[in-house]
């Protein structure tokens, strides 16, 4: 279940509603939870669900759905799952028979992306990347030939060190901090990654939530010629149709399987 990832205000009615109907509510932190419980006045029993116990407790949680009980899983901030814990609670859960429902809410990958200014036909979510500096650069190295706007969570304390590995490994693209999205310090800096490195490094501390996002490559324009004619562009050039189906599929962040399709539902015309 989506919970806010700050403002409070950011929860659906429904959210609200499955809480107060829930028998059990799995947080990843209970106090954090709790805050938000008490804003609604949802009075519920809680129980801890994170890192650290996750794979003893989704046996345990299984076994109370199964025996009828009715429990919610939340995160302290955005969708569960998402560079948090729960996949193996909902991943048991399925293989047990027990019907998985996602409640929608706040998450700050999208609404970073909405506000930032950059492209947003498609785009990479990596989550947190690698604490160690050889590994990071190497991940990120691993990305320059993406065609897509580069989408990560990063802790205040390495931000410095991952834009400097964001100059050195994808060179001279548009870069987006977002910091502490939906609060009352709300904040996007935007440049190059050396100069938003450059902005963050003149401050005593940096705080807070951040999400970085890293624009496409230089003349990775948003291209809107339609499927069929890139297809047949690229076959024009010595490609196999499939390895052009394939080719396109990347340029466009889209899978192989839904250009195909598009391909084939041209044919029935």
Known sequence: MGTPIGNLEDITFRAVRI???????ACEDTRQTRKLLDRYGIARPTISYHEH?????????VAKLLGGTTVALVSDAGMPLISDPGYR???????????????PGASALSTALAASGLATDSFYFGGFLPAKSGQRLRALEALKDEAATLIFYEAPHRILE???AVEQSLGDRPVVVARELTKIHEEFLRGTAA?????LEARESVKGEITLLVGKPTGAAEDDTPLAE?????VA????RMEAIKAVAHR???????????????KGR
């Open 162 to 164: 991952t834009l400097a």
């Open 252 to 266: 466009r962040g889209l899978s192989k399987r839904a250009v195909y399709g598009e391909m084939e539902k041209l």
């Open 195 to 199: 100069e938003v490195r450059s902005a």
């Open 237 to 240: 050039q010595g490609m196999g």
């Open 230 to 234: 890139a297809v047949e562009a690229c």
């Open 89 to 103: 609670l909902v991943r048991a859960a399925i293989d047990s028979g027990i019907r998985v429902e996602a409640i």
């Open 53 to 61: 116990n996750e794979a003893e407790r989704s046996p345990e949680l």
């Open 19 to 25: 809480l107060k109907e829930a028998d059990l509510i």
